[in-house]
């Protein structure tokens, strides 16, 4: 139950998704939550079995407010997930190294994104073959049409998860250095790394047929992109702004 | 307790820790695991507060056997980890994009780690202080004694989680692209594009006075190199090999 006014726009504000520790970083709106998880292609699951929690990072995608994620019908989180399991996906841009002059201000820049929300498993066959297809188009646009389609035994091997995002928050730093204003003038070097996470060119696969093009959706893929803009831009190709 | 024999260099597997989707990958010697570790400066730890799993992003550092982070002590995390908390720390590097020629394919290649303990409050002030420092050298090698000294102040603000690992398994892919033998063939784009994280020229603040010098602990800080080669030179740099 949320406990502030929610405006349609933004998750609800709970004392589960509720940005505690420096909370002017919160984010509420779906535009900003949305834009840091669509920016990546792996996120990291907490969930529990049998009182022990496990994180477990993975692949994922988003559409709307549910997000997706896969794996082997014989891997242990997602057999636990199919009875409908609490969790807590979360993903991290680290944007800068920041040295300040003293610990304390000693700090990263960063995006990220925790969601909340019960994992069940797609069961119905159609909907799944869609959603993996939907996968592949989400990091790479187009290319679910292009290849060679799947079989019912690979089918039957995954599984596809969906989760319902109930509650969300983003927290972002942007600040770079942020010293005690007297510990300015002392004679520390002071600085801040940007950080990038980037794609380098493509190795083509020496078993390729001659004459096969890259396709068109793997123009972006240039050597050197950051792969946070490749992928916010495979995810508003594919699926648009929403 | 274990469930299979230990090499003194190795962490046990258990049923806890045992990687069971593709367990070829699965690494759970020391070294191999402590190298995906000392790679990276940010982890996601899951916790479990009254039933509902969290999945945190924080900068962490090892050394030896346990495993270190550090917070507001007002942050829910950290408070609730105060107990003594089962939490399960994951580490994950993303090294590649592999597109094959069918969806099933399609995979990443990457370097993950998973660590299971019991998180405990460092209580002790000066124990709490030394890790600071650890922490400040671990990233940036010599540091700590360059800086601003802490305040009793800032070391009441800041809480400090140790856990022994008591199990961890790495898991790795770096196979590139493998598809199915028939698969080869067809006239399907086939790519790996390397994934790394970089960082950039550093952005010295211009608050500084004039002719500080940057410190010998950043030499190895040069643009356009991989973090994760950083962060594990400061650390053999800071702790040796161990």
Chains 1, 2 share one sequence.
């Not at 969930?47 to 993975?58: A, S």
């Not at 290849?147 to 019912?152: D, Q």
Request: net charge neutral; proline share 7%.
């Amino acid at each position: 139950m949320p406990d502030v006014a929610v405006s349609p726009d933004a998750y609800p504000v709970t004392a589960r998704n509720r940005v505690k520790r420096l909370h002017e970083r919160g984010r509420y709106d779906r535009a900003a939550v949305h834009a840091i998880l669509d920016a990546a292609m792996v996120c990291h699951i907490a969930y529990v079995i049998d009182g022990q929690p496990y994180c477990t990072p993975t692949a994922f995608w988003r559409e709307g407010d549910h997000l997706y994620w896969h794996g082997s019908s014989a891997s242990r989180m997602l057999r636990a997930q199919k009875e409908g399991l609490p969790v807590c996906l979360t993903v991290t841009h680290l944007d800068s190294l920041v040295l300040a002059r003293s610990g304390f201000n000693h700090s990263v820049d960063y995006r990220s994104a925790m969601c909340f929300g019960t994992a069940r498993v797609v069961e119905d066959v159609a909907a799944k073959a869609r959603a993996l297809d939907a996968m592949i188009d989400r990091f790479y646009p187009g290319r679910a049409a292009e290849l060679r389609p799947s079989t019912e035994q690979e089918l039957k091997a995954t599984t596809v998860i969906a989760m319902e995002i109930e509650e969300a928050s983003g927290k972002v730093r942007a600040k770079g250095i942020g010293d005690d204003e007297a510990d300015y003038a002392l004679p520390i070097h002071a600085t801040r790394f940007p950080v990038t996470q980037v794609i380098g060119t493509g190795e083509p696969c020496p078993r390729m047929p001659a004459g096969v093009p890259v396709p068109p959706g793997l123009a972006g893929f240039t050597p050197g992109r950051r792969l946070d803009e490749i992928m916010l831009e495979s995810h508003r190709t594919t699926f648009g702004e929403g």
